[in-house]
């Protein structure tokens, strides 16, 4: 009775300490039922991994965490997914959701600096419109102040409408006609330095940057879409040619990492890869099965009943679509 009572309250702990504010998180309503058909460490571990997965869920659109956070998310709920995920053991779904949250840490501050960017440089114009005339009395050091404001924009194609309209505004306080000239002299410089920014040394006759990616590229074809001027906008459609060869090249790429196997602790063998995996397989001692699950950067295999000494030696196999091994990667065993 003294060790049920024990666990009750260990569980009661486990409840309140995963229980996020705000209401819009998932309460763990379910972790007294789990405790109490299987009172082992990983059966709690399991719930508390169950838990975490619904909240971080949360904080996107449709649950979808490879899609776009909520209008309603919020630093607030971001902080209280993050400690909930401090609460678990699994250092490999800890990596898995702490990449999540991070991805919804991006996508929230992208948003609030783009609503302050807008922001700012509507305070340029009349009635807070940027297809109209500036306010009176409008200089260029003000214009700078906001200019500051716009450029904390990362996403390219915000931060090229925002130019465009800044430039409209100088011109404006220069007292010039053309105002479109302007905006599309700014089009074109946002562009250049979007497709630059995809190179080493912005040298677009060279390699791409390891942080080159699919959405980069996706944001500088977006810029380079808006330039009137064909001449400019072939060079530069030449240059992003370039850099999406290198990048699906890269993406065809495999490489992981494998968790330590404990013996009479671990049952799975764990860990994470990128790049085009569909399956994988496991060698111990030379022998080889087939099976275990790939899915969203991770995977596992159950081992308990293949690995049984220190001394044998293990291997994941990572398979491609083409059913070939993309990658190889020993398994210490412990």
Known sequence: MIFKTQITKKVLATSATLAILGGAIVTP???????????????????????????????????????????ETTQATINGVKNTIATLSSATKKAEFTAQVAEAQRQLNQRTDEKLGRSAVNQL???????????????????????????????????????????NARAQVD????????????????????????????????????????????NAKNLVAAIT??????????????AQKQVTEKEKAVSGTVDAFVLKTSRYITGT?????????????????????????TFNFYALDKIFNVNDVVVVNLHGADKAIKASLTVTVK
């Open 175 to 218: 007292g010039k006609t053309g105002g479109e000239n302007a905006a599309e002299i700014a089009r074109q410089e946002a562009a250049k330095k979007a497709v630059e920014a995809l190179f080493s040394n912005n040298d677009v006759n060279g390699t791409i940057k390891d942080s080159t990616d699919q959405t980069a590229l996706n």
């Open 29 to 71: 309503v379910n972790v007294l039922s789990v405790a109490a058909a299987e009172t082992t460490v990983d059966s709690m571990e399991l719930a508390r991994q169950d838990i975490v997965s619904k909240n971080v869920q949360l904080l996107f659109k449709d649950n979808n965490v490879a899609g776009t956070i909520k209008d």
């Open 229 to 242: 001027d064909t001449t400019k906008k072939a060079e530069l459609e030449a240059a992003i040619a370039k």
């Open 273 to 297: 890869y990128a790049g085009d995996i569909t399956s994988m397989s496991l060698d111990v001692n030379g022998k080889r099965y087939y099976g275990g699950t790939v899915k969203n950067g």
């Open 125 to 167: 114009f009349k009635n807070n419109d940027p297809k109209g005339t500036i306010k009176d009395g409008l200089t260029h050091e003000y214009i700078d102040g906001m200019e500051m404001i716009a450029n904390f924009v990362t996403n390219l194609t915000v931060r090229a409408e925002l130019q465009a309209d800044i430039a």
